[in-house]
């Protein structure tokens, strides 16, 4: 079956730490998409990418990198300059980026800094 | 500014009761509007969206919205509520020019009791 496997579910992290989250997807989707998820806020952008060697800023960059040199593939990296990482991270994906098109979500990484 | 309000963090119903989950947008354009749910530590699931043409829309599980436009609402709905409908509700808007971006109200939490 299709869709997008995140890893690892639970991951700890010390502070001043970078740690990177994986997303694979096997839809043939050509856009992706990290979200971050805090209770009571909804979901909030963190990058996208449209095409491979592509991304752009969402609306919360700042202490995130990407990568997406594969089109199955859009990891992302939290880095000790994110002050506070710790929050349900979900990856997504969509054919492109069609106003009508809806996003196919993984199962979602937990990341916790002690 | 593009945005999503759903203005009750929780709601409470009898199992078999008819149960409501509202939402209003702000959004230049005809919106393109989404309903997703999340069951515990998983992703979001897609249950309907609306794209234009009949204000009333029918999706997964037996849930339908009602887009009204004079009033900005996309609420959801649905006539007779299981207790497995217990879940977080979030509404969502693609604004005109917008592309890929979602742009997700806060959540509802839905608790449905036997």
């Known amino acids: 079956d299709g869709g997008i496997t995140q890893s690892p579910k639970y991951l700890f992290r010390k502070e001043g730490q970078n740690v990177t989250l994986s997303c694979e997807q096997n839809l043939n989707h050509d856009a992706m998409y990290w979200y971050r998820q805090d209770p009571g806020q909804g979901l909030r952008l963190i990058y996208y990418?449209?095409?491979?060697?592509?991304?752009q800023k969402g609306d919360i960059a700042e202490g995130y990198s990407v990568s997406r040199e594969k089109k199955e593939s859009f990891p992302l990296t939290v880095t000790s300059a994110q002050k506070n990482p710790t929050a349900f991270y979900l990856c997504a994906s969509t054919p492109g980026l069609a106003r009508a098109n809806v996003l196919t979500f993984g199962a979602g990484s937990r990341l916790t800094v002690l | 500014a593009q945005s999503v309000a759903q203005p009750e963090d929780q709601v409470n119903v009898a199992e078999g009761n008819p149960l409501t989950v509202k939402c209003t947008y702000s959004v230049s354009g005809n919106p393109y509007l989404f309903w997703y749910v999340q069951y515990p530590n998983r992703g979001l699931q897609f249950l309907l969206k609306y794209i234009t043409g009949d204000n009333l829309v029918k999706g997964s599980y037996g849930f339908e919205a009602e887009f009204n436009k004079s009033q900005t609402s996309f609420h959801l709905k649905k006539p007779s509520a299981l207790v497995s409908d217990s879940a977080l509700y979030f509404c969502?808007?693609?604004?005109?020019?917008?592309?890929?971006?979602?742009?997700f109200g806060q959540g509802t939490e839905l608790s449905v009791k036997p």
């Open positions: 969502a808007v693609k604004g005109y020019n917008q592309g890929g971006k979602l742009i």
């Open positions: 990418s449209q095409i491979v060697n592509d991304f």
